[in-house]
């Protein structure tokens, strides 16, 4: 009997153990259950740190994007106020010449009279004199005005735009007008093919950031220094779609150039201060904005073509 109860109690000291070491083993098991949850959480966290800087970053880059296209808008605009101020130099100039010779003429007439010595040839002259230089002023300012209203109406429309009725080859000349600064200083001749009283009801201010941006890229990027060039506009229109074609006879694109040249930031004059924008704002707009098309086709040493389609609306 006695040895029976000996061997239970061994038995149960056995069982004891054996749970014991089962219990010590589960606490192991819970603790690095529970280690292994607090590396989780802290991965977990760390993770939503990551994202929250990740979308912290896409949100400043995105903002950059927008400000660097901000900037290029606004290059196109700074050549405008260039072309404006250029252009109506010009008559100013010669109202002001016209101007000031007239005073002189008035103030010697003014002396002769004084003196008593005014003769009525004299006074002839002065009349004739007069106004041949208040009609050459008369003209010159109404030149200034003229262009004046036409940039207004382009720098309005870049800011603002609005749908408005344009007649496609006054609008294109006067975008055209506002580069004359700038081309003077190159050999770069600019020719727009375009048959008159194309009337059509489009977005006017995107229409001149296009033809901005490419006329700034042939100056830009088409030929080496003071390379001669011609670019020639050809536009149709065709129903409701017209057709730009603008090409350069400059030195052009190679493949991989071409394949990406509308995509954003990509550039070969970073070191000149150039963005890469240029090309995707025309992009986005011809697509976007005039639900249309573009393509550009290049070969290295002969050109750049870029087929322009964009949906208008011709008044009926
Ligand atoms: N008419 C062109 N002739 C040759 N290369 C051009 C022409 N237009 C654009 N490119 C090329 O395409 C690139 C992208 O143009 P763009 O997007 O306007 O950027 P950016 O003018 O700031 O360089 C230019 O850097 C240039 O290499
Ligand atoms: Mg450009």
Known sequence: ???????RIIELEQQVKILIDASRQSDLVR????????????????????????????????????????????AA???????????????LGVAVTS??????????????????????????????????????VRESLKQ?????????????????????????YEYLQDIIRTFSNQLKKTRINVELKCSQGMIVKTYPGSLAQILSNLLINAINHAYNPNQQGKVIIQVNLDG???????????????????????QPFVTTGRDKGGSGLGLNIVYNLVTQRF????????????????????VVEVPG
Do not use: W
Request: with cysteine.
């Open 240 to 262: 409701n779609r017209l057709y730009i074609l603008f090409m350069d006879d400059g030195n052009g694109t190679d493949d991989e150039l071409k394949a990406q040249a509308f």
């Open 99 to 136: 101007i000031t010779a007239c005073s002189e003429e008035i103030r010697s007439l003014k002396r002769l009279y004084e003196l008593e010595e005014l003769s009525e040839s004299d006074m002839e002259t002065f009349l004739e004199t007069a106004s041949e230089s208040a009609q050459i």
């Open 291 to 310: 639900g249309g098309q573009i393509k550009l086709e290049s070969q290295k040493g002969e050109g750049s073509k870029f087929f322009i389609t964009l």
């Open 144 to 168: 200034a005005a003229r262009l004046i209203h036409s940039f207004k109406k382009i720098s309005v429309d870049q800011n603002i735009d609005d749908v408005r009725q344009i007649d496609v």
């Open 31 to 74: 603790k690095r259950y529970q280690d292994s949850l607090s590396i989780l959480k802290q991965k977990d966290y760390e993770i939503k740190i990551s994202k929250e800087m990740i979308e912290k970053d896409l949100y400043m880059l995105k903002k950059m994007q927008q400000e660097l296209v901000e900037k290029e808008k606004m």
């Open 1 to 7: 009997m006695v040895a029976d109860a000996d061997k």
């Open 77 to 91: 605009l700074g050549t405008l106020v260039a072309g404006v101020a250029h252009e109506v130099n010009t008559p």
